[in-house]
């Protein structure tokens, strides 16, 4: 990647990689979060250093002459750098905010581009474009998107599962997201959907058909035929799995097999990729013809100075988002929310269960109590407390597992939300929303708040809109320490006595932290 050293512009590169280097770093301060705390994407930490080995294989080579100064690119990348002090405002206030990830993420790609294209004008930004791109790989998808994919694939998986344990004399019937089996209930959830698997299979089939300078159609081939052998693989799993529980007449022997099978279907999807990768390259790499009078890549674009001047505008941008929040909360009473649990449980009747898997699993969480009691007229109530402390970006966990993203996922159906339920209690006033879901012939009231404690107001109904997301940071309101109260009542009784009900339980469970 050195340019020769007889030629006109005989510079050192490292600026100027540096400088690339420096562009992703504020994007990355973000994404990094959801690559250690959200599993669906750890592995998005692979996509910079593969974005490197490519850029190393694919090289400069000769590149046409040409005429035409090139200048855009310094506007590019000066107009990144500008916005990066505003974004990086927006993205501390709202971590989980994937749009303003996607915005960030974006115009680093777009500085990179414009940079490669600086240095090696258009012949060199063909060979590079592609693998820049791959860098958004690494950006999680949208919710909406994530939502869909699972309510679709995980019923799919189901039937699918279900049929092939027919042909080999394992009874199973499938509803919805649960196969019905002799041993029990089965459910294919978000962890069966075979969502991190198709995730995992575009980056890696993205990168394999880039290293093997596969054009469109083979691209696109191997694009789909790695989407098709992670869904496969992940309907294998699940009926392997409910097949062990089935034959051994009990659920335990197919949990135990769960996470093994699921390392088995994944290694067997990074093995199975460049395979196909590797029978869909070309013979030959079709090169483009360069015209006789060749030029240097122009690696002295970008000096030192440029680089010391980017890293230091950089800090001198994260130290002014700090200094943001710092000034708007400067003065402000922080106060503190510290609700918890009283222990003993003071509801007749209630003790306290283990955590479910799946909670462990989605929320990174530092503390957490569950409670399930009967009511006198039998309905089942089930109380979750989950505390994130400071410094945890509790956002990036909990704010994407919202309920009504969440429960689709899992056969509950929103059949209708109520007006947000107000609970006052010896400690202080809490707001909850109280929303109504329907599983099969099953009715489950939910009452749930998200506690924030800020350094300029407490937030217990958070805004999601655009405006709210943007106001949160105009202001300069950033989580602190975070906790999660759900209340499920699973009854038969009107909707009006519930809410008395569950308003009358939170005043005995909850109180304010000593």
Request: aromatic residues 10%; proline residues 5%.
């Amino acid at each position: 990647m050195t340019s020769r050293v007889d030629g006109p512009y005989k510079h050192s590169f490292w600026p100027s990689l540096l400088l690339g280097a420096l562009i992703v770093i504020p994007p990355g301060l973000n994404l990094s979060q959801y690559w250690l705390h959200n599993p669906l994407y750890g592995y998005g930490a692979w996509a910079p250093m593969l974005v490197v080995l490519l850029l190393w294989r694919r090289g400069v080579g000769p590149l046409p002459r040409e005429t035409n100064p090139r200048r855009f690119g310094y506007w590019v990348i000066a107009a990144y750098f500008a916005v990066v002090p505003v974004l990086r405002i927006v993205q501390i206030a709202n971590p989980d905010w994937r749009l303003v990830d996607w915005v960030f993420t974006g115009s680093a790609a777009a500085a990179l581009l414009a940079l490669v294209w600086q240095l090696g004008g258009s012949a060199l930004l063909a060979r590079w474009w592609f693998p820049v791109c791959i860098l958004l790989t690494a950006v999680p998808w949208s919710t909406v998107a994530e939502q869909r994919l699972t309510n679709t694939s995980s019923p799919a998986m189901a039937t699918i599962a279900s049929e092939i344990l027919w042909t080999v004399n394992l009874p199973s019937v499938d509803q919805g997201h649960v196969l019905q089996t002799a041993a029990g209930a089965i459910s294919v959830g978000e962890g069966c959907s075979g969502i991190r698997g198709v995730q995992l299979a575009v980056m890696a089939s993205l990168f394999w058909a880039a290293f093997f300078w596969l054009g469109a159609w083979r691209g696109t081939g191997l694009l789909l035929g790695s989407i098709a052998l992670a869904l496969l693989l992940n309907v294998l799993r699940v009926a392997v799995v409910a097949g062990v529980a089935i034959h051994a007449g009990k659920l335990e022997a197919g949990e135990r097999l769960h996470d093994t099978a699921g390392g088995v279907a994944q290694l067997i999807l990074i093995a199975g990729i460049p395979a196909l990768a590797w029978l869909l390259r070309p013979r030959a790499i079709c090169r483009e013809p360069v015209e006789a009078r060749q030029e240097e890549v122009r690696w002295g674009h970008f000096t030192a100075r440029i680089l010391i001047i980017a890293a230091v505008w950089l800090v001198a941008a994260e130290a002014a988002a700090e200094g943001w929040f710092y000034h708007r909360e400067r003065g402000l009473h922080l106060e503190t929310t510290g609700w918890a649990v009283r222990r003993p449980l003071s509801v007749a009747g209630a003790s306290e269960q283990p955590l479910p898997a799946q909670i462990h699993e989605a929320y990174r969480f530092s503390d957490g109590l569950s409670a399930a009691w009967h009511d006198t007229t039998g309905g089942r109530w089930t109380l979750f407390w989950l505390d994130f402390g400071a410094g945890e970006i509790s956002a990036c966990t909990h704010n994407v597992h919202r309920p009504e993203i969440c429960l689709p996922s899992h056969d509950s159906e929103l059949v209708q939300e109520f007006p947000d339920l107000e609970v006052s209690t010896e400690s202080g006033k809490l707001l909850f929303h109280h929303q109504l879901y329907r599983r099969g012939s099953q009715f489950m009231h939910l009452f749930y708040s998200t506690i924030e404690e800020t350094g300029a107001e407490p937030r217990t109904v958070a805004d999601w809109t655009y405006s709210g997301r943007l106001g949160v940071a105009w202001r300069g309101i950033r989580g602190q320490r975070s906790e999660m109260i759900h209340l499920l009542a699973e009854t038969t009784a009107p909707p009006e006595e519930v809410r008395k009900a569950a308003g009358g339980y939170f005043g005995k469970l909850l109180m304010r932290r000593s």
